[in-house]
């Protein structure tokens, strides 16, 4: 069952006098306990394509059209009331950074504790028991006693469960995790993603992972949308992706993953444009190694590779 649907979202950003255009027709969805994976280079558009979907984007940032549905009601017609309803109880986010996340001033359990109280209603030792019930769920050891420190009093990979155990606290039905292992080790890595699968099984919740590495994908993600300067150039289940990836940009970021077989590691020549740079055609097309003259002057339209698999590339038909 789908759970969240983003269709044909458009978005830009007022740059002075000039309104220029960042996202393009993004069209994803996210199945009910399932982890989608939204994938591509730094300045993409993977977390404002996240943030669209909280109403949580810059002020100079205005969404020009589209439909975002959770459980087929569009929150782009909800009041920043109701938004802030769903936000936490419906819909979680779990930051980038665990390290700039938490409020230094205060306890990880009064912080904890009062998204708690704003979003179940509860207090005193009912609120207590919830966030010892949070903590314990994300494995963090004598739970009630951690309540009383400090962030600083946690480690990265502590603070990332602190973190997951505030969204997990009033049972929301989605998670957006946005880089949710920047700055940890590779060992911490692989447990918070071991949480958040254990999560997604046991709970049944819908995850969307916001990421730009494919190994970590490969090990976790159900379905995968590669983005490529505001657009979303690939669509597919897990393993057809990695078995049989078709748009260049996707075949590209393969090839620059790290492997044991002891070859040459490659490189994406060149940078992804920027907001200012006017590409004509295929945002891709200068940096592509296929690139045909219809590239230069015309926008591929998505199609079927097969039912679960679309692409937007020329080489595909189009």
Not at 229 to 241: W, Y
Request: hydrophobic content about 40%; proline content about 5%; charged content about 20%.
């Amino acid at each position: 069952m789908t759970i969240l649907e983003v269709k044909n979202l458009n978005l830009g950003f007022q740059c002075e006098d000039i309104f220029r255009p960042a996202l393009f027709g993004i069209s994803f969805s996210l199945e009910q306990g399932k982890m989608l994976s939204i994938v591509g280079e730094s300045g993409c558009g993977k977390t404002m394509s996240a943030m669209s979907i909280l109403q949580l984007i810059p002020k100079t940032a205005k969404i020009t059209s589209g439909e975002i549905f959770y459980n087929g009601e569009d929150l782009l017609k909800k009041s920043q009331k109701e938004m802030q309803h769903i936000r936490g109880s419906k819909i979680a986010l779990i930051p980038q950074d665990p390290m700039t996340s938490l409020n230094p001033l205060y306890t990880v359990g009064d912080q904890l504790l009062e998204i708690i109280k704003i979003h179940q209603g509860l207090s005193g030792d009912e609120a207590i028991k919830k966030a010892i019930e949070a903590f314990d769920m994300v494995q963090i050891p004598a739970a009630k006693s951690r309540l009383k420190n400090y962030p600083h009093e946690f480690s990265g990979g502590m603070k990332q469960r602190a973190i997951i155990a505030m969204a997990l606290a009033c049972n929301a039905e989605i998670l957006i995790a946005d880089e949710p292992t920047t700055a940890l080790d590779v060992t911490i890595q692989a447990q918070i993603m071991h949480l958040l699968q254990d999560i997604k099984t046991n709970k049944k919740t819908s995850i969307l992972l916001i990421t730009h590495d494919l190994a970590l994908v490969s090990e976790n993600a159900d379905n995968i949308a590669v983005m490529y300067a505001g657009r979303i150039v690939e669509t597919a289940p897990n393993e057809e992706f990695f078995a049989n990836p078709t748009h260049p940009y996707s075949k590209a970021l393969l090839k620059s993953l790290p492997s044991n077989k002891g070859t040459k590691l490659e490189t994406i020549k060149g940078q992804p444009p920027t907001l200012s740079q006017q590409i004509d055609g295929c945002k891709f097309n200068p940096r592509c190694d296929y690139c045909m003259n219809i590239c230069k002057k015309e926008i591929p339209n998505t199609i079927n590779i097969t039912p679960t698999h679309q692409c937007a590339c020329f080489l595909n038909g189009n």
